[in-house]
Protein backbone atom coordinates (compact mmCIF):
# COMPACT_ATOMS: atom_id res chain seq x y z
CA UNK A 1 0.00 0.00 0.00
CA UNK A 2 1.20 3.34 -0.87
CA UNK A 3 1.60 6.23 1.92
CA UNK A 4 -1.69 8.32 1.03
CA UNK A 5 0.68 11.64 2.42
CA UNK A 6 3.81 11.39 -0.03
CA UNK A 7 2.68 8.53 -1.92
CA UNK A 8 6.17 6.86 -0.55
CA UNK A 9 6.05 3.20 0.19
CA UNK A 10 7.55 3.71 3.46
CA UNK A 11 4.86 3.38 6.86
CA UNK A 12 3.03 0.78 5.13
CA UNK A 13 -0.12 1.20 7.82
CA UNK A 14 0.79 4.60 9.04
CA UNK A 15 0.56 7.96 7.41
CA UNK A 16 3.67 9.35 8.36
CA UNK A 17 4.01 13.23 7.87
CA UNK A 18 7.56 15.24 7.02
CA UNK A 19 8.17 16.46 10.63
CA UNK A 20 11.36 18.20 9.60
CA UNK A 21 8.85 20.22 7.11
CA UNK A 22 6.46 22.22 9.98
CA UNK A 23 4.27 23.67 7.18
CA UNK A 24 1.16 24.96 9.03
CA UNK A 25 -1.93 23.20 7.36
CA UNK A 26 -4.81 24.90 6.08
CA UNK A 27 -8.50 24.22 7.01
CA UNK A 28 -9.11 21.73 4.19
CA UNK A 29 -5.74 19.84 4.45
CA UNK A 30 -6.38 19.22 7.99
CA UNK A 31 -10.10 18.30 7.84
CA UNK A 32 -8.58 16.01 5.25
CA UNK A 33 -5.90 14.30 7.50
CA UNK A 34 -7.85 14.18 10.26
CA UNK A 35 -10.46 12.00 8.14
CA UNK A 36 -8.09 9.76 6.86
CA UNK A 37 -6.97 9.04 11.18
CA UNK A 38 -10.30 8.43 11.93
CA UNK A 39 -10.77 6.19 9.24
CA UNK A 40 -7.69 4.39 9.96
CA UNK A 41 -8.51 4.61 13.40
CA UNK A 42 -12.08 2.85 13.59
CA UNK A 43 -10.95 0.33 11.40
CA UNK A 44 -7.66 -0.80 13.24
CA UNK A 45 -9.55 -0.46 16.84
CA UNK A 46 -13.39 -2.28 15.24
CA UNK A 47 -13.97 -5.48 17.58
CA UNK A 48 -11.11 -4.50 20.35
CA UNK A 49 -12.46 -3.47 23.44
CA UNK A 50 -9.32 -2.20 25.18
CA UNK A 51 -9.14 1.44 26.31
CA UNK A 52 -5.47 1.18 26.37
CA UNK A 53 -4.89 -0.41 23.42
CA UNK A 54 -6.93 2.16 21.49
CA UNK A 55 -5.37 5.38 23.22
CA UNK A 56 -2.33 3.85 22.04
CA UNK A 57 -3.18 3.59 18.66
CA UNK A 58 -4.81 7.04 18.55
CA UNK A 59 -1.83 8.16 19.54
CA UNK A 60 0.20 6.70 16.91
CA UNK A 61 -1.88 7.37 14.25
CA UNK A 62 -2.17 10.95 14.97
CA UNK A 63 1.51 11.74 15.82
CA UNK A 64 2.69 10.45 12.66
CA UNK A 65 0.38 12.02 10.36
CA UNK A 66 0.27 15.73 11.31
CA UNK A 67 3.35 17.54 10.56
CA UNK A 68 3.17 20.15 13.74
CA UNK A 69 2.47 17.68 16.17
CA UNK A 70 5.32 17.04 18.70
CA UNK A 71 4.23 15.31 21.45
CA UNK A 72 0.94 13.41 21.62
CA UNK A 73 -0.80 11.47 23.90
CA UNK A 74 -3.26 10.71 26.85
CA UNK A 75 -3.12 11.82 30.71
CA UNK A 76 -5.45 9.36 32.29
CA UNK A 77 -8.25 10.25 35.53
CA UNK A 78 -6.80 8.13 38.38
CA UNK A 79 -8.32 9.82 41.05
CA UNK A 80 -11.19 12.39 41.48
CA UNK A 81 -8.71 15.26 40.51
CA UNK A 82 -5.69 13.72 39.24
CA UNK A 83 -4.46 12.51 35.84
CA UNK A 84 -1.48 10.08 35.22
CA UNK A 85 0.35 10.17 32.07
CA UNK A 86 -0.91 7.44 29.85
CA UNK A 87 0.41 6.20 25.86
CA UNK A 88 1.56 8.81 24.14
CA UNK A 89 4.01 9.79 21.56
CA UNK A 90 7.29 12.19 21.49
CA UNK A 91 9.69 13.27 24.49
CA UNK A 92 9.73 12.39 28.41
CA UNK A 93 6.07 13.28 29.44
CA UNK A 94 5.39 14.49 32.78
CA UNK A 95 3.91 11.77 35.33
CA UNK A 96 1.32 13.48 37.18
CA UNK A 97 -1.07 16.26 36.48
CA UNK A 98 -3.45 17.58 39.36
CA UNK A 99 -6.46 19.36 38.15
CA UNK A 100 -5.41 22.37 39.44
CA UNK A 101 -2.51 22.69 36.86
CA UNK A 102 -1.52 23.39 34.07
CA UNK A 103 -3.76 22.92 30.46
CA UNK A 104 -4.61 19.27 31.28
CA UNK A 105 -5.80 20.26 34.59
CA UNK A 106 -8.57 23.17 33.30
CA UNK A 107 -9.23 20.95 30.17
CA UNK A 108 -9.96 18.22 32.76
CA UNK A 109 -11.90 20.53 35.43
CA UNK A 110 -13.96 22.01 32.64
CA UNK A 111 -14.53 19.33 30.87
CA UNK A 112 -13.75 21.32 27.26
CA UNK A 113 -11.58 21.52 25.01
CA UNK A 114 -9.03 24.42 25.21
CA UNK A 115 -6.60 25.96 22.90
CA UNK A 116 -3.58 27.57 23.60
CA UNK A 117 -1.72 29.37 20.71
CA UNK A 118 1.14 30.40 23.07
CA UNK A 119 2.05 28.43 26.46
CA UNK A 120 4.01 31.41 27.42
CA UNK A 121 1.25 33.52 28.15
CA UNK A 122 -0.66 30.46 30.01
CA UNK A 123 -0.57 30.57 34.14
CA UNK A 124 0.25 27.77 35.10
CA UNK A 125 1.26 25.84 31.62
CA UNK A 126 3.76 22.98 33.07
CA UNK A 127 6.38 22.70 30.89
CA UNK A 128 7.23 19.24 30.35
CA UNK A 129 9.74 19.94 27.07
CA UNK A 130 10.69 23.71 26.81
CA UNK A 131 10.31 23.39 22.92
CA UNK A 132 6.43 23.26 22.87
CA UNK A 133 4.89 26.31 21.92
CA UNK A 134 1.23 25.29 21.43
CA UNK A 135 -1.22 23.31 22.48
CA UNK A 136 -4.79 21.71 22.92
CA UNK A 137 -6.09 19.56 25.09
CA UNK A 138 -9.43 17.82 24.79
CA UNK A 139 -11.67 16.41 27.35
CA UNK A 140 -12.29 12.17 27.01
CA UNK A 141 -15.57 10.99 28.08
CA UNK A 142 -16.92 7.60 29.08
CA UNK A 143 -20.54 6.60 27.93
CA UNK A 144 -21.50 7.83 31.19
CA UNK A 145 -20.23 10.92 30.34
CA UNK A 146 -18.01 11.02 33.12
CA UNK A 147 -14.38 12.45 32.24
CA UNK A 148 -11.79 9.56 32.52
CA UNK A 149 -9.19 11.23 30.18
CA UNK A 150 -7.42 13.90 28.60
CA UNK A 151 -6.06 13.96 24.95
CA UNK A 152 -3.07 16.46 24.74
CA UNK A 153 -0.83 17.28 21.81
CA UNK A 154 1.74 20.12 21.87
CA UNK A 155 3.09 21.37 19.12
CA UNK A 156 7.10 23.29 18.52
CA UNK A 157 5.41 25.95 16.52
CA UNK A 158 3.27 29.04 17.83
CA UNK A 159 -0.68 28.38 17.33
CA UNK A 160 -0.60 25.49 15.49
CA UNK A 161 -4.07 24.41 16.63
CA UNK A 162 -7.21 25.75 16.24
CA UNK A 163 -10.91 25.03 16.36
CA UNK A 164 -10.79 22.70 13.01
CA UNK A 165 -8.60 20.43 15.41
CA UNK A 166 -10.38 20.89 18.42
CA UNK A 167 -14.04 19.47 16.24
CA UNK A 168 -11.58 17.00 14.82
CA UNK A 169 -9.98 15.38 18.07
CA UNK A 170 -13.03 15.98 19.98
CA UNK A 171 -14.60 13.32 17.15
CA UNK A 172 -11.54 11.51 17.38
CA UNK A 173 -11.52 10.59 20.96
CA UNK A 174 -15.29 9.48 20.82
CA UNK A 175 -13.73 6.39 19.49
CA UNK A 176 -12.61 5.68 23.23
CA UNK A 177 -16.00 5.82 24.75
CA UNK A 178 -17.36 2.48 24.45
CA UNK A 179 -13.99 1.18 25.51
CA UNK A 180 -12.52 -0.54 29.13
CA UNK A 181 -9.43 -1.09 30.40
CA UNK A 182 -8.46 -5.26 30.67
CA UNK A 183 -7.26 -5.91 33.48
CA UNK A 184 -3.71 -7.74 33.07
CA UNK A 185 -3.70 -11.45 33.36
CA UNK A 186 -0.82 -11.74 36.02
CA UNK A 187 -1.15 -15.59 36.35
CA UNK A 188 -1.13 -18.45 33.62
N1 LIG B 1 1.76 21.20 29.06
C1 LIG B 1 0.80 20.37 29.75
C2 LIG B 1 1.47 19.25 30.50
C3 LIG B 1 1.63 18.00 29.73
S1 LIG B 1 2.90 18.03 28.63
O1 LIG B 1 2.73 19.11 27.70
C4 LIG B 1 3.13 16.60 27.88
C5 LIG B 1 -0.03 21.21 30.68
O2 LIG B 1 0.27 22.39 30.90
O3 LIG B 1 -1.00 20.68 31.22
Known sequence: ????????????????????????????????RYRLVAEQAAAVLEGEPDLLAAMATVACLLHNAFPYYYWTGFYRRVAAEELLVGPYQGTLGCLRIHFSRGVCGRAARERRTIVVPDVQTFPGHIACDSASASEI????????????????????ISGAFDEVDGEELEAIVELLRPRRLLPMALQG
Open 1 to 32: MRNPIHGTEMAEYTLVADKTDPARMDAGEKRE
Open 137 to 156: VVPVLDEAGGLIAVLDVDST
